[in-house]
């Protein structure tokens, strides 16, 4: 149209929009415009979800399996501080390890039997911690 006030395309679109020069009546929201708005959406629990029917859960191999790594998660996490603990500790001696020495004894003990640990473990425990941020960012996108 060369012109948007004969434009009959221009008219309906103004209509919806609201923007219309004439009175119009007003336009319902649509059931589908709802469903691809993220307003009145909230984020999906694992509760929300529905059951399969006559579903085991976490009661079969693979879920206690799943169940069992989700749970060394936390286990990772308190490695991966030890391990960044003792590094700080080796590298700065001075500011980092005679504090832990003179104030926390218990915890300066950890840091002096970490310095057997094995190189597996801590690649177990990144991998572990990679493995779950991963899985949580998947988690995220899928929602």
Same mark, same amino acid.
């Given at each position: 149209? $060369?012109?948007?006030?004969? /434009?009959? $395309?221009?008219?309906?679109?103004?209509?919806?929009?609201? !923007?219309?020069?004439?009175?119009?009546?007003?336009?319902?929201?649509?059931?589908?415009?709802?469903?691809?708005?993220?307003? !009145?959406?909230?984020? #999906?629990?694992? !509760?929300?979800?529905?059951?399969?029917? !006559?579903?085991?859960?976490?009661?079969?191999?693979?879920?206690?399996?799943?169940?069992?790594?989700?749970?060394?998660?936390? &286990?990772? *996490?308190? *490695?991966?501080?030890?391990?960044?603990?003792?590094?700080? /500790?080796?590298?700065?001696?001075?500011?980092?390890?005679?504090? #832990?020495?003179? *104030?926390?004894?218990?915890?300066?003990?950890?840091?002096?039997?970490?310095?057997?640990?094995?190189?597996?473990?801590?690649?177990?425990?990144?991998?572990?911690? #990679?493995? *779950?941020?991963? &899985?949580?960012?998947?988690?995220?996108?899928?929602?």
């Amino acid at each position: 149209c $060369a012109s948007r006030r004969g /434009c009959p $395309a221009y008219a309906a679109m103004s209509e919806l929009s609201g !923007n219309a020069s004439r009175p119009s009546r007003a336009v319902p929201a649509s059931p589908m415009r709802q469903q691809f708005s993220r307003r !009145n959406t909230s984020r #999906i629990r694992t !509760n929300d979800l529905p059951v399969e029917k !006559n579903a085991r859960g976490v009661y079969t191999g693979p879920g206690i399996f799943f169940a069992c790594i989700k749970l060394t998660v936390p &286990l990772a *996490y308190v *490695y991966i501080l030890l391990v960044l603990l003792r590094e700080l /500790c080796v590298g700065f001696p001075e500011t980092i390890h005679a504090p #832990i020495t003179h *104030y926390l004894p218990h915890l300066d003990w950890v840091v002096r039997m970490m310095k057997g640990s094995s190189l597996f473990m801590e690649i177990w425990a990144v991998v572990e911690a #990679i493995f *779950y941020i991963c &899985l949580k960012l998947h988690i995220q996108w899928l929602q």
